[in-house]
């Protein structure tokens, strides 16, 4: 009897612990090397600013203006160090200027959604027919080059509101402070 029950609890091949694998290969093949720390996981702190300094923009602003286009309900600007601005005049519960920040897997998330949605290649304009709509403006900058796309009444591509969306999300999440004069 004592045979027959360590026949049976003993472990086979196809009982042994496998190895976690938390991603598989083929999820980020074709992801751009760039990106692939994200997707990697436990980066040393020399490997986390390498990761930071490679990212393509050195900031990304999202600035939404009134009904008439012109005066600016809010500004928030993103940026590669971490850091973060909102100079809120309208609309949202808090007016002046804060500071917060950004982590760096959120800023990188929103580089590669720039990058893959094809940012770069959009208008600089899209506007509606409307006479009194709201606009959002996306501004990225390099560090040597800008490129600003403006969406007067939500007529752009998909991909440019899925942008302001996710901007305005990161924005609704961060810590903001009071910056005192």
């Known amino acids: 009897m004592l045979i027959l029950f ?3 609890s003993r472990k086979t091949d196809a009982d042994a ?14 992801v751009p090397d760039v990106y692939k720390p994200l997707y990697l996981g436990n980066l040393s702190p020399e490997k986390m600013e390498a990761f930071r300094a490679a990212l393509p923009y050195e900031s990304i602003t999202l600035e939404r203006t009134s009904g008439s286009g012109s005066s600016p ?12 601005e909102l100079e809120a005049k309208a609309f949202l519960p808090k007016t002046g200027e804060f500071t917060g920040q950004v982590d760096l897997p959120t800023f990188a998330r929103l580089c590669y959604v720039l990058d893959s949605s094809g940012f770069k290649d959009f208008q600089e304009k899209y ?5 009194d709509d709201a606009a959002c403006i996306i501004t990225v900058s390099t560090g040597k080059s800008r490129k600003a796309v403006a969406d007067y009444g939500t007529i752009g591509p998909i991909q440019l509101w899925a942008i302001e969306q996710l901007i305005d999300g990161v924005r609704e999440r961060t810590d903001w402070k009071l910056v005192t004069k």
């Open 17 to 30: 612990q496998k190895p976690v694998i938390f991603f598989a290969p083929v999820t980020i093949s074709n």
């Open 127 to 131: 506007r509606a027919d409307m006479t």
């Open 6 to 8: 360590g026949a049976c």
């Open 73 to 84: 309900v809010y500004r928030v600007t993103l940026y590669r160090s971490g850091k973060a």
